[in-house]
Every structure is written in C-alpha cells, then in structure tokens.
C-alpha cells in the first residue's frame, strides 16, 4: 500500500478518516474558545493554558485504570459513546457563570474519557489496514488533524468574535454529536481485538508487560516528554499574543501537516530511522529565538519551521508497533496517546508557571531547551534496531 488512492479503497477508512476529522475540528475550536474564556475572566496565563490542555493530567489516571478496555470494547460503539461524552462535556462548559473549579472538573474528566478514545480509534486502524499500510494511514489521519487545526484555529477565531466564547463551545458541542453518527453511520460491528473483560487489575497488567521492554520504555519517553514540553510552548501563544493567538496555533498545525505529509509519504522507509534524531531535535530548537522577543513574523516562522518536527512522533509511533504484539495494539497506541498528553498538560502547566515570574516569551525558549536536553539524553536508546520485525 504506497498511495492515497490505495489507502481510501480500504472500506472503513474513509468513515474512520472522517469521523476523526471532524472531531478533531470540534476539539481545536473548543480548545481556542475554553482557553480565550478563562484568558478574559482571569487574565492568568497559567489557567489560560491549563484551561486548553489540563484535561491531558487525566490521561494517565485513564491509562492506569480504563485502557484495557481499549481492546476489549467493540470499537464502533466505544468510538460513538466517548463523542457523545465528550459533546455534553462541552455544552457543560458554555454554561454562563460556571465556576472555576467546576470547568476544570469537567475538563480533567473528558481527559479520562480520552484515555479511552485514542487506544480504540488507533487500534481500529492497526486492524483495518495490512500492516505495511498503517504508517501510511496513520500519517494521512495525522495531515487530517494539521488541516482541521489550521481550519478549526482559523474559524474558532472568528467564532470567538462572532459567537462570543460560550457560542463557540456550543459549536464544538455540535460537531462531536455529529462525529458520532458518522461512527454509528459508517463504521462496521467488530468484535473486540482481546479477549475477557476490561478491568483495573487488567490494565495495569498490560502496562507493565508494555514497560517492561527496554526498547519500548525509549519509545514511549520519546513519544511523551519532549513532545509535552513543546505543547507547553504552545500553550503561552494565547499569553504571548492575545491578538493572533490563533495565528499562532495554525502555523503551528500548518507544520505539523508539513512534515506528516513528507514522512508519511514521500521519505523511504530505509531513510526513516536516520532521519528521526534530526526531527526530534528541529521540533525544539526553533523555539530558542523567542529569548530574544522576536517580531511576529520571525516568532511564526520559528513555530511552523519546529512543528515539522512533530512528524518525529510518526515514526517512533511505527517503532512502537514493530515492537508490540498486535493484540496489545490499542492499549499500547492508548498508553502513548495518554502519556503524551499528561506530558503536554504537565508541559502547559510548567510553561505557565515560568510565564507567571517571567514573559511568555523566555518561557518558550526555556521549554525548548529542555526539550533538546531529553532528546539528547534519550538518544542513544533510540538507535535503529537491525531486522526489526512486529513482536509476536
């Protein structure tokens, strides 16, 4: 499989492309609405930023509890159910005179229905496409989310302004109701991927099984950590520049989309493994100009230029299959997705904590060479295994 046109001839792709298209629009411009929300009532750049990425510290009391059930729910109804979730979450958060404490309540708990969400729709894709296929499909569902940011940051601007923030929210709201009918619509009836019936002790099992290789430990540190810390850069673009924050956001997708689309189909795959320290370094280091308070145009530029380097996540993703048995493929694919989005939200806590005694600017270069430290640190853990096959 080595084309688009190869890959949208799978049958169920195309509803599951979709259907994680438009949810990932509903998320961008929940996203930029909650965080311009708590922005204007607080002026805090720290609730601002953990406003937009707080949900992700539920992540990883989601992995530790819910995500055996990742291989263990039939997908189609699991995929429906967490949109449906995650729609009446939303409209919860456009209630005028919501306290504080109360958003961020509902916040942490669409991030432990997350957990749950991202294990069952990557495993989903694992089990539809042949396995030579999945870095292209999954490459594909990622220029999808770089598109849908770029759209969603844009329109969610003009929502904001339009709508008011509250009448955003309802639009996101909205747009996961209809991500879940086109589950129920265009998805098939599976049968779970694993046998027995999800539980607590079950997770941690398997959890331990995925950590308990050296390899996959390295993968799952790079997969988390510098990515997390790079989100918290992002998480300051609000703080950084009221005005064209949403600018910002969809540079930053706009690259994204960049370097997903190159890796994803045009690098050779004997190219890949060598190509992976440079991405993971360029995802970091542009993000040191921004010690100096550049101009808006040079700070854009930085920003689109280092998320070509999340195409980084891309491959280890595919290393982190090759080294995974395929009945554990949704729990490992919901271990990563949580532990990199507990790591974004620790990232979007720690920048707004520096942003809070510094500018937001020294902040993201702060984050940024921290980021390059763990990527250096972790590097040689993260050499090419030679002869390199899916575990069995």
Same mark, same amino acid.
């Given at each position: 499989?080595?084309?688009?046109?190869?890959?949208?001839?799978?049958?169920?792709?195309?509803?599951?492309?979709?259907?994680?298209?438009?949810?990932?629009?509903?998320?961008?411009?929940?996203?930029?609405?909650?965080?311009?929300?708590?922005?204007?009532?607080?002026?805090?750049?720290?609730?601002?930023? &953990?406003?937009?990425?707080?949900?992700?510290?539920?992540?990883?009391?989601?992995?530790?509890?819910? !995500?055996?059930?990742?291989?263990?729910?039939?997908?189609?109804?699991?995929?429906?159910?967490?949109? @449906?979730?995650?729609?009446?979450?939303?409209? @919860?958060?456009?209630?005028?005179? !919501?306290?504080?404490?109360?958003?961020?309540?509902?916040? @942490?708990?669409?991030?432990?229905?997350?957990?749950?969400?991202?294990? #069952?729709?990557?495993?989903?894709?694992?089990?539809?496409?042949?396995?030579?296929?999945?870095?292209?499909?999954?490459?594909? !569902?990622? +220029?999808?989310?770089?598109?849908?940011?770029?759209?969603?940051?844009?329109?969610?601007?003009?929502?904001?302004?339009?709508?008011?923030?509250?009448?955003?929210?309802?639009?996101?709201?909205?747009?996961? &109701?209809?991500?879940?009918?086109?589950?129920?619509? $265009?998805?098939?009836?599976?049968?779970?991927?694993?046998?027995?019936?999800?539980?607590?002790?079950?997770?941690?099992?398997?959890?331990?099984?995925?950590?308990?290789?050296?390899?996959?430990?390295?993968?799952?540190?790079?997969?988390?950590?510098?990515?997390?810390?790079?989100?918290?850069?992002?998480?300051?673009?609000?703080?950084?520049? =009221?005005?064209?924050?949403?600018?910002? @956001?969809?540079?930053?997708?706009?690259? +994204?989309?960049?370097?997903?689309? #190159?890796?994803?189909?045009?690098?050779?795959?004997?190219?890949?493994?060598?190509?992976?320290?440079?991405?993971?370094?360029?995802?970091?280091?542009?993000?040191?100009?921004?010690?100096? $308070?550049? =101009?808006?145009?040079? $700070?854009?530029?930085?920003? &689109?230029?280092?998320?070509?380097?999340?195409?980084?996540?891309?491959?280890?993703?595919?290393?982190? +299959?090759?080294?995974?048995?395929?009945?554990?493929?949704?729990?490992?694919?919901?271990?990563?997705?949580?532990?990199?989005?507990? +790591?974004?939200?620790?990232?979007?806590?720690?920048?707004?904590?520096?942003?809070? #005694?510094?500018?937001? $600017?020294?902040?993201?270069?702060?984050?940024?060479?921290?980021?390059?430290?763990?990527?250096?640190?972790?590097?040689?853990?993260?050499? =090419?295994?030679?002869? !390199?096959?899916?575990?069995?």
């Amino acid at each position: 499989m080595r084309t688009y046109r190869d890959l949208f001839r799978v049958p169920e792709y195309t509803p599951l492309f979709a259907s994680s298209t438009v949810q990932t629009t509903a998320q961008t411009v929940s996203a930029l609405a909650l965080g311009t929300l708590v922005y204007d009532s607080t002026r805090s750049p720290l609730l601002s930023a &953990l406003s937009m990425f707080g949900g992700s510290f539920a992540q990883m009391a989601g992995a530790l509890t819910l !995500l055996s059930a990742a291989d263990r729910l039939p997908p189609r109804t699991a995929l429906a159910t967490t949109a @449906l979730v995650f729609g009446a979450g939303t409209a @919860l958060l456009a209630v005028p005179g !919501l306290p504080i404490a109360a958003l961020f309540a509902i916040v @942490l708990g669409l991030g432990l229905v997350a957990s749950l969400g991202s294990g #069952v729709r990557y495993g989903l894709l694992s089990e539809i496409l042949p396995k030579e296929g999945y870095l292209l499909g999954r490459s594909v !569902l990622n +220029m999808s989310v770089g598109t849908m940011q770029i759209c969603g940051f844009a329109v969610g601007g003009v929502l904001v302004v339009a709508l008011s923030p509250r009448g955003t929210l309802l639009t996101g709201a909205g747009l996961y &109701l209809l991500t879940s009918v086109m589950a129920v619509a $265009g998805l098939s009836r599976r049968p779970p991927r694993a046998d027995g019936r999800p539980s607590v002790g079950q997770t941690w099992r398997t959890n331990a099984r995925l950590l308990s290789s050296v390899p996959r430990r390295y993968a799952y540190l790079a997969l988390w950590v510098p990515n997390g810390l790079i989100v918290g850069c992002e998480a300051l673009f609000v703080s950084y520049s =009221p005005q064209h924050a949403g600018l910002l @956001l969809a540079v930053a997708a706009a690259g +994204m989309l960049i370097g997903d689309t #190159v890796t994803g189909r045009f690098v050779p795959a004997h190219l890949r493994e060598r190509l992976g320290p440079s991405l993971r370094l360029l995802l970091a280091v542009p993000y040191l100009v921004f010690a100096a $308070g550049p =101009p808006l145009p040079l $700070g854009a530029a930085a920003v &689109l230029l280092a998320s070509v380097g999340y195409a980084a996540t891309l491959l280890l993703q595919e290393r982190l +299959m090759a080294l995974t048995p395929v009945s554990m493929h949704g729990h490992a694919l919901g271990l990563h997705a949580s532990g990199m989005l507990t +790591m974004q939200g620790v990232g979007a806590a720690l920048a707004g904590g520096v942003a809070q #005694v510094a500018s937001p $600017g020294a902040a993201m270069a702060i984050m940024g060479a921290a980021s390059v430290v763990v990527t250096l640190a972790l590097a040689p853990g993260l050499r =090419p295994l030679p002869g !390199l096959r899916p575990a069995e």
